[in-house]
């Protein structure tokens, strides 16, 4: 585990290093969950098996104990920051692909173009909150998904109380069992991931 100091507080990288690595993922976990989640685990597993070297990165608002995520732009100055405090050491020269869990997700979408990203792994993509009892539907946020211009997989459970994001120019949808939490059909979640790396052409 690595610590690293963003602009809004102490962030950490949990590193999975492989010994000779093709390119790096760097993927931020969801907003009620930290980077054991068993999506980020599996999908760790799935890249270290092809000798991607992985980072799973901690944001500060749990780092310090809160619950409650920081606004989009801290959060997406963190990731940037903590990219750009590994990219000289062990992920140096490497090719970069960003990704995450829901809100880690979107933190991904929105930073990949400035990091420079070659690719985006999206793993339950909140496309729309639940809306509540009584109240109108909250706006979408496939403008997120649709600002992305590099290849992009987005595993989605069929279920999954955010919605369904549909496919588009360079973004390939993976449907498996479940919810949000995509934890019914593990194995089907690693197979899709599997099967999109080779694509990158690494």
Not at 126 to 153: F, Y
Request: hydrophobic letters at 40%.
């Amino acid at each position: 585990m690595t610590e690293i100091e963003t602009p809004h507080g102490l962030a950490r990288a949990h590193l999975h290093e492989v010994a000779k690595p093709k390119a790096a993922l760097v993927m931020c976990h969801g907003a009620g969950v930290g980077v054991d989640s068993p999506d980020l685990a599996l999908a760790t597993e799935v890249a270290n098996g092809r000798d991607i070297s992985v980072a799973l990165t901690e944001m500060p608002y749990l780092v310090a104990g809160r619950k409650a995520p920081q606004p989009p732009k801290q959060l997406d100055l963190c990731f940037t920051t903590i990219i750009g405090e590994l990219q000289p050491g062990p992920l140096e020269g490497l090719p970069l692909i960003v990704g995450g869990r829901s809100m880690g997700a979107r933190v991904a979408c929105r930073t990949a173009g400035e990091l420079d990203a070659i690719a985006v792994l999206c793993l339950a993509f909140p496309v729309r909150p639940p809306a509540r009892k009584g109240s109108p539907p909250k706006p979408d946020r496939m403008d997120e998904l649709d600002a992305v211009k590099v290849p992009t997989l987005v595993v989605q459970g069929e279920k999954d109380q955010f919605g369904q994001p549909t496919a588009g120019p360079n973004r390939t949808i993976a449907r498996v069992a479940g919810n949000h939490g995509l934890k019914a059909d593990l194995p089907a979640v690693g197979e899709a991931i599997a099967a999109w790396l080779p694509g990158l052409g690494l």
